[in-house]
C-alpha cells in the first residue's frame, strides 16, 4: 500500500502559479504511477497529468497542457504538479492518486488516493 499526502493549494490570481506536492509513504515508490486527478465544485473528476514509475513519460488532460508539468523525486518520495497560466476554470480539488500498473484514464482503476488540496484561482 502507500498513502498519499497533498499539500500546497490555496488561492491564485488568474495568470498566477502554484507548485502542488504530494508525499508518499509506504511501498516503494518507484513502483508506482502517479497521476493528478481534479474535481470542481458540481463537476465531475477529470485527469490533468500522469508521470510513469521513474519518470520516463509524462502525460496531460487537453485542458492543462502547456501550461502545466508534473515531476517526480523518487529519492524524496515526492510527486509534484507545476501550475501555470492559471485560470479561474482549473478551481478544484487535487488529488494526487497511484497506480502499480500504469496510467489509466479509468479513474476508477486508480488504487490509491490522497485526501485532495484545494486550489483557487480568482479572475
Known amino acids: 500500500q502507500v498513502q498519499l499526502v497533498e499539500s500546497g493549494g490555496g488561492l491564485a490570481q488568474a495568470g498566477g502559479s502554484l507548485r502542488l506536492s504530494c508525499a508518499a509513504s509506504?511501498?516503494?515508490?518507484?513502483?508506482?504511477?502517479i497521476q493528478w486527478i481534479r474535481q470542481a465544485p458540481g463537476k465531475e473528476r477529470e485527469f490533468v497529468a500522469a508521470i510513469t514509475w521513474v519518470g520516463e513519460n509524462t502525460y496531460y488532460g487537453d485542458s492543462v497542457k502547456g501550461r502545466f508539468a508534473i515531476s517526480r523525486d523518487n529519492a524524496k518520495n515526492m510527486v509534484y504538479l507545476q501550475m501555470n497560466s492559471l485560470r479561474p476554470e482549473d478551481t478544484a480539488v487535487y488529488y494526487c492518486?497511484?497506480?502499480?500498473?500504469?496510467?489509466?484514464?479509468?479513474?476508477?482503476?486508480?488504487?490509491?488516493w490522497g485526501k485532495g488540496t484545494l486550489v483557487t484561482v480568482a479572475s
Open positions: 492518486a497511484a497506480r502499480s500498473t500504469g496510467v489509466t484514464w479509468s479513474l476508477n482503476d486508480l488504487e490509491y
Open positions: 509506504g511501498d516503494t515508490f518507484s513502483d508506482y504511477v
